[in-house]
Each structure stands twice: as C-alpha cells, then as structure tokens.
C-alpha cells in the first residue's frame, strides 16, 4: 500500500507561482511513476505532468509546458510540482498519483489540493 499525501495549495494572483508537494509512504518509492492530474469544475480530471522512476524522462500536457516544473526526491519519497506564470484556466483540484506502469490507470491517488488563480 502507498499513502500519497499533497500540500502546497492556495490562492494565487494570475502571473505568482506554486510548488505542490506530493509525499509518500509504503513501498518503495522508486519503483513509481509519479504523476500530478487536476480536476476542473465541469471538466475531467487530466494528466498535468509525469515523471519517470529515477527522473531522467518527464512529461507536460501541452497547456503548462514551459510554466510547470515536475521533480522528484527519491530519498525524501517525494514528489514536486513548480507552477509558474499560473492563469485563471490553472484552477483546479490538483492531485497526485503514482504507477508502476504508466498512470494510465494510477494504482494510488492523493486526496487532492485546491490551487485557484484569481484574475
């Protein structure tokens, strides 16, 4: 079992940033893809960025490539998100997730972390 726990969220004014903190326990932390997906009102949930099990491969979806950072720690058993130059379109429920596959279907889920970029 793996117990994924985010922190970082908030209130953020178009144009700041915010790092999401995505920490783990359980098994071995390595063996995970790590990914973060948001959910929009209205809107289904999507893969943001992914990072691969020892970081050499990443992925960003294509509307936060370029503003959005994602890192892992191995030996801290976390997982980061670094949002920069957020919008008002970024405003979601972010969540973290984790694989030993390739997130298509996460085996684990966080409880999630609001983010909301005011205009």
């Known amino acids: 079992q793996v117990q994924l726990v985010e922190s970082g969220g908030g209130l953020v004014q178009a144009g700041g940033s915010l790092r999401l903190s995505c920490a783990t326990s359980?098994?071995?932390?390595?063996?995970?893809?790590m990914g973060w997906f948001r959910q929009a009102p209205g809107k289904e949930r999507e893969l943001v960025a992914a990072?691969?099990?020892?970081?050499?491969?990443?992925y960003y979806a294509a509307s936060v490539k370029g503003r959005f950072t994602v890192s892992r720690d191995n030996a801290m058993n976390t997982v980061y998100l670094q949002m920069n130059s957020l919008e008002p379109e970024d405003t979601a429920v972010y969540y973290c997730?984790?694989?030993?596959?390739?997130?298509?279907?996460?085996?684990?889920w966080g409880q999630g972390t609001q983010v909301t970029v005011s205009s």
């Open positions: 997730a984790a694989d030993l596959d390739d997130l298509t279907r996460p085996d684990y």
């Open positions: 359980g098994r071995i932390f390595s063996s995970y893809v």
């Open positions: 990072i691969s099990r020892r970081a050499p491969y990443t």
